[in-house]
């Protein structure tokens, strides 16, 4: 794929505009609450965008596409199922706990609610994870502009790196949430031409479905039996495992996301933010996961002179040429996109790479700040110092971040037994939540021994079973037909264990007084239902409306 | 406060206007598998979404 100095202006233009807008907002920051939470100021339309931008890094678009080629629209699960009621759960029932406690991450409504050990080892793992995912992307970002455009691997990384700090360091989490909503824009403007075009080109979804194995379109009526679909999950393992723990853990617990809606500028538009989030976010599988999907339908077709219109992406592995599905995103635009919106296609990927490590730096520099350097290195300092210590982390973060994707590069086992231990870590989590915040008799003992035993569940489930040829080595009890289906159950053990832990732990501790946990816990809590307000612009009928169309396209794509 | 509405708008009004120039110099630029001019309407559509970020924005100061 070749640039023209057209699509090298747009890409110029683009980071013009991302480190104005920091430079714009820089003047707000004097706290560090500014700095650090936006001052809980923003409207409810930007922080909504953001909470599904912040969660679609290059790594997701590209690994979507990939999917998409790979799986089929079975893929919108990780939507329609795996986002949606999670996202929806959280608006309606945790952010009351979340917003209306005060706490200002994650962690530390884990310490208010139970104890500082709790918090501290989410503290530490969540601000370890954040780092290196944001290396890990960066690592694929600058991998795939080497692979597609020659660019210089040290180049690509750097200087994105440079320019996140450049927009965070000024503005800020509000530079940061700010630039996710411009981001977003971006994403679907480079995007959703591709999806148009390919699947135009590949005679619509009825041409798609003609040329496809039934089982790449249709998302729910192959899931009966494991074999019969190409991700190998059986209904149970992927509605309890995706549909229930995981991607629960993630959109109610995971402070990168849960910190745009803490941004909001009052209760009832922190609630709303995932709710109208979740509007954009269910129609994202036609911008991402769509082109994967016609991406095989072309290479099944030919033109007039016999050639063939598309060829999936290879690679070679192990000495055997397989295909290389990640690049089947860059190679749809090369074949699609001419000079011009080639650029703004570009400029999407570089977009969606920013909003995704932005969403880690500002999440990390927070949880660094208050809940690891306030509360065990200095406590007692004026909060100017804090802002200080605030703005170094951020560098820190991107140091660091830069230097995980060196790592990376280098060691690329090392990386994949990282995300496998991040894995184990966030599995039992929303277990430890659920109790929390809905069981008052939770004990701090038993929310951190259940935490804990139910990262030892996860681990000793992926030990003892294998899935082509992965985990296993302490024996081989079970054999998974896919990985997918292995994590979704290494998933479903954790919470469950986690769940039993803490509930036996909590019963034979002394547990909290009523009194102390105002605000924290579901029938101590004052959940002002909003009364006086319009039925159509509360939360529940937000929730409704979004429940129904979620529901629509499962059936329209079962 | 700053309005994104602004910013964002002016974005993508410049944006549009670069590939829709580059639509109008360039009508006949195709990629292997188009074969329509993408950047005109790409470039359009573009213009009026950043056109429309901007006269929310002005609707709003008015208020």
Known sequence: MKLAAVDYVILAVYFAFVIGIGWMLRKKVSTSGDFLLSGRSIPVWITSLAFIAANLGAQELIGMAASGAKYGIMTAHFYWVGAIPAILFMGLFMMPFYYGSKARSVPEYLKMRFDEKTRGFNALTFAVMTVFSSGISMYALGLLLHLVLGWDFNLCVLASAAIVLAYTYLGGLTSAIYNEVLQFFLIVAGFAPLAILACDRAGGWEGIKSRLPANMVHSWHYMGHASENPMGVEIFGMMAGLGFVLSFGYWCTNFLVVQRAMAAENMSAARRTPLIGAIPKMFLPFVVILPGIAAVALAKMTGPGGEHLYDLPMKLSGGANVKDYDQVLTTLMARFYPAGLLGVGLTGLMASFMSGMAGNVTAFNTVFTYDIYQSYIKKDAPDSHYLMVGKMTTIVGVILSIGAAYVARRYNNIMDLLQLVFGFVNAPLFGTFLLGMFWKRTTAHGAFFGLISGTGAAFATWGLTLAEGKGGIFGDIYTFPSTMAQNFWVAIMAFVTCIVVTTVVSMVTTPRTDRDMEGLVYGLTKIRHDEGVVWYKRPATLAVVVLILVILLNIWFA | ?63
């Open chain 2, 1 to 63: 406060m700053l309005d994104l509405r602004v910013p964002s708008g002016w974005f993508f009004v410049i944006l549009g206007a670069i590939v829709l120039v580059v639509g109008l110099v360039q009508p006949d630029l195709r990629a292997p598998l188009t074969d329509v001019n993408v950047n005109l309407y790409s470039g359009v559509s573009m213009l009026v979404f950043g056109g429309f970020l901007l006269l929310m924005a002005r609707r709003a100061l008015k208020k």
